[in-house]
């Protein structure tokens, strides 16, 4: 025990160094435009070819394979970085699978991985070098020094000169003048030294082309080439003795585990025996099976304990935020990486399709800026979600780094994220619930969009607005207003929100979190007002009072109100969003006024005596009404949390009716309007709905 203790004590720390950068981030996923014969033949050779390669990636970390007839026969082949230990390769296959996997039902496609690499198609592709879909991936970070240049340069044809005569890899590290670049080559093993050394060079003449930025991929059909200013290869010296020595320790290990496996077979048998004689009720109506859906998914697993010490067993002082099916906990991992951990409300059938939705949603949306599920838990009693980086809070000392180069950062990656999902992914996705507390950073502040509990999947050839059965969802602060007075659902819903958001970020205030005198203001309306009076630099967050910045600040100020702008089809699509983004030069509209307006109204008494006024203590009752026309629904809203707790209807012409399903002596409330109050303020400049808060208090 004490020889056990000593080696992994001496292992655990190079464990960490390569668990701390595991290359499993998406590069690049390009799929086939033409579609197969037989989506279901081809998936089920997919899934057989899959079976074969697997333990083949794991001795190899190499593998290639066909299966089926034509014209529906497939062949796919994968590769890992020879820097990957087995395991980190097997997870790297794991992970990239499922990605191509929504490629189908096209004839296949390619996917790249920091890690490794998967091609599949309707034709044996072996041996292609290049392809006319080779391109390029460079960051947007940039070295302009000439130092770097002429780095760059000397090391590239070194790499593609030993490449093919070590195996088709290489790594290469080059200093000069204190300037340091790595390199990484890699051929796919299938290829000899003359294909390998062609493709390796038409790849130095694409990533040329990333010059002067601090990072660069060639994505070449046989061969993958990367450079860097930073160490991003694992050991490989290291990683082999690591794996010889833990190998040793599993099979010790194995030989203790057979023996207690006839206790384990006992008991487990013994546990199915008491299930059937005392079956469980589950609640009525639940219809999705969660452990056949990790299964199919494939994601890999964390032990609940292991979320426990991560969270501190879900202490308060963890959490987040919470959601309308969950709460969210901060958590760091033994190797120090922060993590999100949903912990989810299942408990009817709504919710349970909502976390469906959300792990489909991910599982066909693949983007740097979009969250990555890593983990999940599907027990009986616990179901958890596990995501890499850490929930954007309001804090006002984090809020402090957040200097305006990291927020125009935070503001672009979402608007990446967001016009892939209008328009990269093969369906069509409307998030409908962007807001700053779904939007995740990781370590360099790169954000990722999260929580995709309540999209929407349309296809590409549906109606131009999509009605969802008049169902609201959403955050209040954050729904357009086409989408709460009708359930009209279009990208232009998302583009509002992103708007909303945008200012929230410039400001660093909340969009429902500015009073003025006894009127319940908005920021969207507040910064439309100062950009009115020509003083917009009155809303911008004081720590971002920098004069060389403060003109591209008023500009996004603009862009984030001609995003809010109460006429969908004035707002620009995301498409036009991140072109204004990217250059500076572009001519903007002036925009319109915003839709919302607000104005306090007092309620009398409810006219049930016995009602629980606590219920309306922190509410607030918001008028949904078309233009010239009487309000036609009532919205009963919690004031700190914006969240949605009951509609109601107008009855008659001077009383709301509102239902509360939670109360179970008097489940409706009637508020009556006597002649005295004030009727809600309809605007008449606007052409969609507006919105007048009234306070609820008894």
């Known amino acids: 025990m004490a020889a056990f203790l000593i080696i992994f004590f001496l292992i655990a720390p190079s464990i960490r160094r390569c668990r701390a950068d595991n290359r499993l981030d998406l590069v690049a996923r390009s799929c086939e435009t033409a579609t ?42 994968s590769q890992c970085m020879d820097d990957f230990s087995r395991v980190e390769c097997a997870q790297c296959f794991t992970r990239i699978t499922n990605i191509l996997h929504a490629c189908f039902p096209t004839t296949g496609g390619r996917v790249y991985l920091d890690g490794c690499f998967i091609r599949a198609n309707n034709y044996s592709f072996y041996r292609e070098v290049t392809s006319h879909a080779d391109n390029e991936r460079c960051s947007d970070d940039v070295e302009t020094s000439d130092d770097f240049k002429m780095v760059l340069k000397k090391m590239l044809p070194k790499m593609v000169q030993e490449a093919p005569y070590r195996k088709g890899f290489a790594l290469y590290k080059e200093s000069w003048n204190g300037t340091t670049v790595h390199g990484m080559a890699q051929c796919w093993k299938i290829l000899d030294k003359d294909m390998c050394s062609s493709c390796l060079a038409d790849a130095v003449d694409l990533v040329y082309h990333c010059m002067p930025a601090k990072e660069g991929r060639a994505l070449n059909a046989g061969c993958f080439l990367r450079y860097s200013t930073y160490n991003f290869a694992h050991n490989t010296s290291v990683a082999a003795v690591r794996y010889a020595i833990v190998s040793f320790i599993i099979y010790i290990l194995i030989t203790a585990i057979v023996c207690s496996l006839a206790v384990a077979v006992g008991l487990r048998l013994g546990k199915i025996a008491y299930k059937q004689i005392n079956p469980r009720r589950e609640w009525k109506g639940k219809e999705v099976d969660f452990a056949a859906l990790d299964q199919a998914m494939n994601f890999l697993q964390f032990k609940l304990s292991t979320l426990e010490k991560a969270t501190d067993c879900f202490n308060k002082a963890n959490k987040l935020g919470s959601g309308g099916y969950g709460e969210v906990f901060k958590g760091t991992l033994p190797d120090g990486r922060e993590i999100a951990v949903k912990r989810l409300y299942v408990n009817g059938r709504s919710r349970s399709r909502e976390i469906y939705n959300e792990l489909d949603v991910i599982s066909k949306a693949q983007h740097k800026n979009l969250e990555n599920m890593i983990r ?94 008049n169902t609201v969802a959403g955050t209040f602060g954050y729904m357009a207003p086409e989408y709460i007075a009708k359930g009209r659902l279009t990208e232009k819903v998302d583009v509002y929100s992103f708007g909303v958001l945008m200012l929230e970020i410039i400001s660093g205030v909340k969009n429902t979190k500015i009073e003025s005198n006894n009127n319940l203001e908005t920021l969207v309306t507040d910064t439309w007002k100062h950009f009115q009076s020509i003083t917009t630099k009155e809303i911008i967050d004081e720590s971002l009072h920098s004069e060389d910045q403060i003109e591209e600040i008023k500009r996004e100020i603009h862009l984030g109100l001609l995003c809010t702008q109460a006429e969908p089809s004035l707002r620009p699509n995301m498409t036009k969003v991140l072109q204004i983004l990217r250059h500076k030069d572009m001519d903007m509209p002036s925009p319109t006024k915003p839709p919302f307006f607000y104005e306090s109204l007092n309620f009398p008494s409810p006219v049930n005596p016995s009602f629980n006024s606590d219920l309306l203590a922190e509410t607030t009752i918001v008028f949904v009404a078309d233009r010239g026309t009487k309000p036609l629904k009532a919205f009963v809203v919690n004031r700190r949390s914006s969240s949605l707790i009951s509609v109601g209807s107008i009855v008659g012409n001077n009383s709301i009716s509102i239902g509360f399903p939670s109360i179970h002596d008097d489940p409706s409330i009637r508020l009556r309007l006597l002649p005295h109050h004030r009727v809600p303020c309809i605007v008449p400049s606007l052409s969609v709905s507006s919105l007048v808060s009234v306070d609820g208090g008894v």
């Open 36 to 77: 197969v014969r037989s989506k279901d033949d081809y998936l089920k050779n997919y899934k057989l070819i899959l079976r074969h390669m697997e333990p083949e990636m794991y001795r190899n970390k190499f593998a290639f394979h066909e299966a089926g007839k034509p014209p529906d026969k497939l062949y796919v082949l």
């Open 376 to 469: 999940n838990i599907f027990g009986t009693k616990t179901k958890m979600v596990t995501y890499f980086g850490g929930l954007w809070k309001e804090d006002p000392e984090k809020k402090k780094e957040l200097d305006w180069e990291k927020r125009h950062k935070i503001i672009m990656g979402t608007a990446e994220g967001l016009e892939y999902l209008h328009k990269g992914c093969e369906v069509r996705i409307i998030h409908r619930d962007i807001k700053a507390s779904n939007i995740l950073l990781d370590l360099k502040f790169r954000p990722k969009i999260a929580d995709f509990g309540l999209a929407r999947l349309c296809l590409r050839d549906t109606d131009k607005f999509h009605l969802v059965n």
